[in-house]
């Protein structure tokens, strides 16, 4: 561990088209200028295990990237809180089992934890991302941007509250 304050944890398939969103996500954060590098510690992985407990320590913030197939374009935004679901007794966990994890293992709370859902539409092996989830990406990468350069979780929580409103025309 890097010991950053934020963990970045995209996971995802890079073999299977739109489900490589989360991998992405972290190459194009890697590549992009104006990040501290130091702030954040990228984590990639092809799905949530349980040893990334581990990945989750002495953090402040922690931000979760994956494909989805039902989240509203161009992506959404939400807290997490502990919850064990039925992923828990599976090969691979959701976010929120792994923070419920967290929890049972340390005796005490997570960090403040975020979930960035980008719609994917396309995921048979060996496709690429489509045209459409590439917009989506792209605006996903400077949307991750913001929240790097203002690393709190104060911030970061008026932006789940801003993405709830309904679009006004």
């Known amino acids: 561990?890097?010991?950053?304050?934020?963990a970045v944890i995209g996971y995802g398939n890079p073999s299977r088209g739109d489900d490589a969103l989360g991998p992405e996500l972290l190459e194009r954060l890697a590549a992009a200028t104006g990040i501290d590098p130091g702030c954040y510690e990228p984590i990639t992985d092809f799905q949530l295990q349980i040893e990334h407990v581990t990945d989750l320590q002495r953090r402040e913030?922690?931000?979760?990237?994956d494909a989805s197939v039902t989240a509203r374009p161009p992506f959404e935004f939400s807290r997490l809180t502990p919850h064990r679901d039925h992923s828990y007794s599976s090969h691979s966990l959701s976010p929120a089992t792994l923070l419920s994890v967290y929890q049972e293992v340390y005796k005490t709370a997570p960090p403040p934890a975020f979930l960035l859902a980008i719609p994917?539409?396309?995921?048979?092996?060996?496709e690429p991302l489509c045209q459409r989830t590439a917009a989506h990406l792209a605006r996903a990468v400077d949307f991750v941007r913001d929240l790097l350069a203002q690393p709190n979780g104060?911030?970061?929580?008026a932006q789940v509250d801003l993405m709830a409103r309904p679009f006004e025309v």
């Open 154 to 157: 104060t911030f970061w929580n």
């Open 1 to 6: 561990m890097s010991g950053a304050p934020i």
């Open 61 to 65: 913030l922690l931000l979760f990237v």
């Open 120 to 126: 994917g539409y396309r995921f048979e092996l060996g």
